[in-house]
C-alpha cells in the first residue's frame, strides 16, 4: 500500500519536520453563514492563516473561494480542504460531487478532499466514494484524500480495501475528549490527526453542561489563560499538542487579535 503523505504540503516543503502535514492551524467555516464568509475568509489569510477547511455540506464553498480570492493570496500560498457529504457517496457520484465542490470554490485543483463521515449501514458506498478520492488523486485533481469521522472500526474496514492510505482522519478532539486510542491507531498508520472543534467549541453550541470556556480546570492552566484571547500557537500547543487544528474563529475581529 502506498501512502501519499509527501504529496500534500506544499508550504511546509522546506521544512522537513513538517514536511508530511498540512499546516498545523487553519479556519474552520462550519456554521459560517455564506455573507459571513466571504469577509472571514479574507480576513484570516490577511492575518496569515493558509489552511480553510470547509464542506459540500457547510452551503459555503463559493464564498469561501470568494474570500480566497479577495485576500490577493495566490492559489499556491493557500491549503484548501473540502469534504464530501453522505448524500454523494457512491464512485460517480462522488466524482461529480468533487466537480460541483471545485466549481463552487472556483480552483482546478485541491490540496486535500475529505469523505465527511463514514455510513456504516451502506458501508460498500463509503468504500465506492473513496475509491472515487483515489482516482481523483490519481488524477491530480486532489493533492491528497482522507476521511473524517472514522472510528477504528471504520478505519479497519477502509484500509482492508483501499490501495491509498488516507492522509488525514479529521476527528473531534479538545480538552474533554482526546480519542487516545484512534490517535495510536493514526499514528501507526501515518495518519496525520485533523482535531475538529479543537477549542471545544462544541461544549458550548451544543449546550453541554461543561463548557471548555468556562472550565476552571482549564482554566487554572497557564496555556488556558493565553488561549482566550485566542492565539494560535498556544491553542495548538495546548489542545492538540501539536496536531492540526481547525479553530473556528469567523468574525473577522476575533481573527485580526488572534
Ligand atoms: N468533520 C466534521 O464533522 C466537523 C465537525 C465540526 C467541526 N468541523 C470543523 O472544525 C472547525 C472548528 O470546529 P468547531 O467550530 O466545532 O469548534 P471550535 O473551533 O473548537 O470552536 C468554535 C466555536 O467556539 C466559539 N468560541 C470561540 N472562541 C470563544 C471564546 N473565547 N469564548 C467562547 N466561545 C468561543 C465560537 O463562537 P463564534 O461562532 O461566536 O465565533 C464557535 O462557536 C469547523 O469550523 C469545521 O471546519 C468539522
Not at 186 to 209: C, F, N
Request: charged content about 25%; some cysteine.
Amino acid at each position: 500500500m502506498r501512502t501519499h503523505n509527501d504529496r500534500h504540503d506544499r508550504y511546509t516543503q522546506d521544512h522537513a519536520e513538517q514536511r508530511r502535514r498540512p499546516p498545523s492551524l487553519g479556519l474552520g467555516v462550519f456554521q459560517s453563514p455564506p455573507p459571513e464568509t466571504v469577509g472571514a475568509v479574507e480576513a484570516a489569510m490577511k492575518t496569515g492563516y493558509r489552511l480553510i477547511d470547509t464542506a459540500a455540506a457547510y452551503a459555503n464553498e463559493r464564498e469561501v473561494g470568494e474570500g480566497i480570492r479577495r485576500s490577493g493570496l495566490s492559489r499556491d500560498d493557500v491549503f484548501l480542504e473540502t469534504k464530501i457529504w453522505i448524500s454523494d457517496y457512491g464512485y460517480d457520484a462522488t466524482l461529480h460531487a468533487f466537480d460541483k465542490s471545485a466549481r463552487k470554490l472556483g480552483v482546478d485543483q485541491l490540496d486535500l478532499l475529505l469523505l465527511h463521515q463514514p455510513v456504516p449501514s451502506v458501508f460498500d458506498r463509503t468504500l465506492e466514494a473513496y475509491r472515487a478520492l483515489e482516482t481523483l488523486l490519481s488524477d491530480g485533481k486532489v493533492r491528497a484524500i482522507g476521511v473524517s469521522n472514522f472510528m477504528p472500526e471504520h478505519l479497519d474496514r477502509l484500509l482492508a480495501k483501499a490501495t491509498v492510505v488516507p492522509a488525514v482522519n479529521q476527528i473531534e478532539v479538545h480538552p474533554y475528549f482526546q480519542q487516545a486510542a484512534l490517535q495510536r491507531m493514526h499514528k501507526a498508520h501515518g495518519i496525520v490527526t485533523q482535531a475538529w472543534s479543537p477549542i471545544g467549541g462544541i461544549t458550548s453550541y451544543r449546550g453541554m453542561e461543561k463548557r471548555s470556556f468556562d472550565d476552571p480546570t482549564l482554566l487554572a492552566s497557564n496555556a488556558t489563560r493565553r488561549l482566550l484571547p485566542l492565539r494560535p500557537n498556544e491553542i495548538r500547543r495546548f489542545v492538540v499538542r501539536s496536531r492540526c487544528a481547525r479553530p473556528q474563529l469567523r468574525k473577522p475581529q476575533p481573527i485580526r487579535s488572534a
